[in-house]
């Protein structure tokens, strides 16, 4: 027999973390409510199969990283499963990061700086950026070009 099933759907533009998530009609906002509705459906339900729905949009954590531990997870052999909701409308989970203060580079044509925040550690993977709420694409670098000078392959 197949384990009991419930979804908690996460709707970042449009939720309600007073809730247990519990339909699309009840969304959470935050996927931190989600976690904490897990929580309390683990605990009253137990063997219990949990998905939790991410709604299309971005998922802010805020100043905070969203932590699953042990307590998040299934028990009795029951599994919880975090997934977007919509394959055609996935949903992005992240901490993003307002960069302001933007000015043409000293010494390049056409392109842009400004400093980051000074919680960003220098080298950390930057991966999307956004323009206007639209995901823009990135500048690609690339490491300098090595030639083969007269050596044979």
Request: overall charge positive; charged content about 20%; hydrophobic content about 35%.
């Amino acid at each position: 027999a197949q384990p009991p099933h419930l979804e908690i759907f996460v709707d970042p533009n449009g939720g309600d973390d007073g809730s247990l998530g519990t339909a699309v009609e009840s969304s959470l906002r935050t996927v931190h409510a989600a976690r904490e509705s897990v929580r309390q459906l683990l605990a009253s339900n137990p063997g219990v199969d949990v998905t939790v729905q991410l709604l299309p949009g971005v998922h802010n954590v805020g100043s905070r990283p969203l932590e699953l531990t042990s307590a998040d997870s299934g028990r009795n052999g029951a599994v919880v499963t975090w997934r977007s909701h919509d394959s055609s409308l996935p949903a992005v989970v992240g901490a993003p990061i307002k960069i302001q203060g933007w000015k043409p580079h000293a010494t390049i044509k056409g392109a842009m700086t400004a400093p980051l925040p000074a919680n960003i550690t220098k080298g950390s993977a930057l991966r999307q950026l956004w323009v206007g709420g639209k995901r823009a694409q990135r500048t690609r670098v690339y490491g300098k070009l090595i030639t083969n000078q007269g050596h044979d392959g």
